[in-house]
């Protein structure tokens, strides 16, 4: 079913950090009409929603499947007032907001560097973080200094059966972890009550580095690591106020990396 633009204005009504909400069926991009937005004046706090994406975008160049009914595709318009150097702490905004709302509704969440939503496959078992599945994603579109477009996707009620079979083995939605559909109106709720409430901190000088940290299945853990066409193995041993993870490698020595993908499953 696609949005109730009833219910969802009237949620948005419920934020007062919300300036002002653009509900779609189906578009290309939110992230894409955010960004017209922003270059066209629009204020802080303009949420573009979208009940299906046709050329939804991912990191990297890579596309993001948006199915019709099921998923979360929202984009976030921000005019940050702290240097753009400090802005890839939106990632950490955004991800930590999605861990919230999807708790909230009884899914357990974690991160993946840089920004990956992960789930396990199924809440009533324990699972090591490498079968954790990516429920998610944030795609942040900075236009610095001007205003930055963080967009978020999240896997609700999507069934994994009609997903795209590259993407089958790696994705996870809440709906298969808990086991029966959520309203997707109260993860949003929940996601958009998270960043508002975490950016107006960060707004006022807060640093979300350590609970980002605290959030990252991966920390701690021997992972490979795919950046600049290089393969690399080692311990994700820390991450940066600038979102970038340090690498611990078996010689000892350490590397630095700002992007690139991380992988939990390959001992
Ligand atoms: C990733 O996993 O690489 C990021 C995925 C981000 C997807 C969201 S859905 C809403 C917004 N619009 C887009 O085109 N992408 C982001």
Redesign the pocket.
Known sequence: MSWDPVEVFRMAERIPWIRDLHLYEEVG????IARDLGEMGAPEGVVVL?DA?R??????G?S?W?PPGVA????ILVRPRRPPGDWPQLMMIAGLAAVESIEAVGCPAGLKWP??IMIPPDRNRATPASAWR?A????VESVPPAFAVI???VNVNTSLEAAPPELAEILGSIRETVGHAIPRLMVLEGLLRAFARLYTEWSEGASMLERWAARLIMLGQPVRLHAAGRIWEGLAESVSAEGGLWLRLPDGRREYFLAGDVSLRWS
Do not use: P
Not at 29 to 32: M, P, Q
Not at 55 to 60: D, E, H, I, Q
Not at 72 to 75: C, E, N, P, R, T
């Open positions: 991009s939110t992230n894409d979208a994406q050329a939804g975008r991912g990191r990297a890579r993001w948006t979360l595709a929202v984009s920004n990956d990516k998610g994603g944030i795609l967009g978020i996707g």
